[in-house]
């Protein structure tokens, strides 16, 4: 078990949101070792509904999805939730879409194949992002 990242004495609750199953679970395993409580989306529209339901601390989102893709959700993510923190990741990273990304209030971008620092980093960042807001 690697050091758990908490809010507050609490786990952090994170959305990871792909279109791919393997890398949810992939996430997941990885967000778990860090004591992390993690909720699954599918896609844009299931992130937005689940964000609605479920109050998640900070969001994992994919760029390319159908549906709704990530850049979507998250413009509609940050009208209902404006703190809420949402990492962007993409295996077809643009400067472009990044650029877009960070403009629409994305705490930060990782490209994939992720690696297990980065995650790291983006969960601590999740947290003094959440703790902010409360």
Known sequence: MEEKIELDGRALRILVTD???LLRKKLRLELEKHGCEVLEAENGKEAVMKTLQEKPDGVFLDI???E????E?????KEVSPDLPVIMLSSAGTPQK?????KLG???????P???????KALES????????E
């Open 19 to 21: 279109d791919s199953k």
């Open 64 to 66: 390319v999805m159908p």
């Open 68 to 71: 709704v893709g990530g850049i």
């Open 73 to 77: 959700a998250l413009r509609v993510l």
């Open 98 to 102: 990044l650029m877009e990304t960070l």
């Open 106 to 112: 994305a705490l930060d971008f990782i490209q994939k």
């Open 114 to 120: 992720y690696t297990a620092a980065q995650i790291k």
């Open 126 to 133: 999740i947290r003094k992002k959440a703790s902010s807001n």
